[in-house]
């Protein structure tokens, strides 16, 4: 009985990672902007393209996978 509880315990504790409708939308975005700055880049944008990428990659991905 005690190790079915310690058990029941650890499972309890184990992290997961579960996408709700926030982190999907976040990771469109990011995907989004990311496809943007690139299609900028190619244009020949040397200011706005960067940043695009940079806020994609740098900060909406990263928030899509954490919240």
Same mark, same amino acid.
């Given at each position: =009985?005690?190790?079915?509880? /310690?058990?029941?315990?650890? /499972?309890?504790?184990k992290?997961?990672l579960?996408?709700?409708?926030? $982190?999907?939308? *976040?990771?469109?975005?990011? %995907?989004? +902007?990311?496809?943007?700055?690139? +299609? =900028?880049?190619?244009?020949?944008? $040397? +200011?706005?393209?960067? *940043?695009?990428?940079? %806020?994609?990659?740098? +900060?909406? %991905? ?6």
């Open positions: =009985m005690a190790r079915r509880r /310690q058990a029941v315990a650890i /499972q309890a504790e992290p997961s579960r996408f709700t409708p926030i $982190n999907l939308i *976040l990771l469109a975005v990011a %995907l989004a +902007v990311i496809a943007i700055g690139y +299609v =900028m880049l190619s244009k020949g944008s $040397n +200011v706005a393209a960067p *940043l695009l990428l940079v %806020l994609g990659y740098a +900060v909406l %991905l990263p928030a899509a996978i954490i919240l």
